[in-house]
């Protein structure tokens, strides 16, 4: 596997083209932004962990948490970890006594558990070589435009996300 780069969320927001939910990856030092184009219910449970709301009932990410903690397991961390046909791929380091797992995953769902847990995130080097030319179905001068917009971005600009 390539150099693992660790990343952290800048934010959510809805694409200004599209209006689907991207959650934003940013790096340590915010020169590089990786925009990942999200479900809108998985949107909700990456919202709802950032906003600090609890549910009535748990919802599939806290279940998946409670289930680890009761395991007596522990997530080490969450890695984007491949680029393919314009999907992010995913895995969930699951830590069980002397037992490494590596769980596939959608990044929405890696991302939304890690929130819940408090592990750390991380792409692949080589994920973000390749994503850098990747942008979900826009035109030429839009992928500019967008790549400039998330260049310009403030933390003001991320704001509360609504659904």
């Known amino acids: 596997m390539s150099e693992l780069v660790p ?24 020169k590089c ?4 184009w999200v479900g809108i219910f998985e949107a909700n ?9 609890t549910t009535p009932r748990p919802m599939t990410h806290d279940l998946l948490r409670n289930a680890i ?26 830590v069980i006594g002397d037992r490494t797992l590596e769980l596939d995953a959608r990044p929405s769902d890696a991302i939304a558990l890690a929130l819940r847990v408090a592990a750390p995130i991380f792409v ?21 435009k967008m790549k400039k917009w998330f260049d310009n971005m403030e933390n003001e600009d991320f704001g509360k996300y609504k659904m």
């Open 7 to 30: 990343m952290a969320i800048k934010g959510l927001m809805l694409d200004p083209v599209s209006n689907s939910p991207i959650v934003v990856l940013k790096d340590a030092a915010e």
């Open 33 to 36: 932004f990786l925009p990942i």
């Open 45 to 53: 449970a990456i919202a709802l962990q950032l906003e600090n709301i």
């Open 69 to 94: 903690k009761e395991l007596d397991a522990h997530v080490s961390r969450v890695v984007i970890n491949d680029l393919r046909d314009s999907t992010f791929f995913a895995q969930i380091g699951l």
């Open 124 to 144: 692949a080097q080589a994920v973000l070589d390749q994503a850098q030319t990747i942008s979900p179905e826009l035109e030429a001068d839009q992928e500019e």
